[in-house]
């Protein structure tokens, strides 16, 4: 089972980047995929997920901003990340599954079974 993350890069404060994330090994159609981050320093944190049907839940901080979308076919999930702020710097990683019950999604990373390795994105001012 693998996770392969990219679309990262350096970008402008109020640019934007699309990240993809391929699974392979095993079909991730009915798992509810999502993005954590990670910045120099600090935890990793919750950004957005979407369940197979395409229900989806967003960290407040990228609430309007980001938006999570998947292709089931492709087994690919993407993170389109607009008006890019400097704290969005980070290494971005996908993640499978996030935990969910309906409309009630667990956040926490410690749910994650299957992690890519990441990709950075670096937002400068």
């Known amino acids: 089972v693998q996770l392969q993350a990219s679309g990262g890069g350096l970008v402008q404060a109020g640019g934007s980047l699309r990240l993809s994330c391929t699974a392979s090994?095993?079909?991730?159609?009915?798992?509810?995929m999502g993005w954590f981050r990670q910045a120099p320093g600090k935890e990793r944190e919750f950004v957005a997920a979407?369940?197979?049907?395409?229900?989806?839940t967003y960290a407040e901080s990228v609430k309007g901003r980001f938006t999570i979308s998947r292709d089931n076919a492709k087994n690919t999930v993407y993170l389109q990340m607009n008006s890019l702020k400097p704290e969005d710097t980070a290494v971005y990683y996908c993640?499978?599954?996030?935990?969910?019950?309906?409309?009630?999604?667990?956040?926490?990373?410690?749910?994650?079974?299957?992690w890519g390795k990441g990709t950075l994105v670096t937002v400068s001012s």
């Open positions: 979407t369940t197979w049907s395409g229900r989806s």
């Open positions: 993640a499978a599954p996030v935990r969910n019950s309906g409309s009630s999604f667990y956040t926490g990373s410690d749910g994650v079974d299957y």
């Open positions: 090994g095993r079909t991730f159609s009915s798992y509810t």
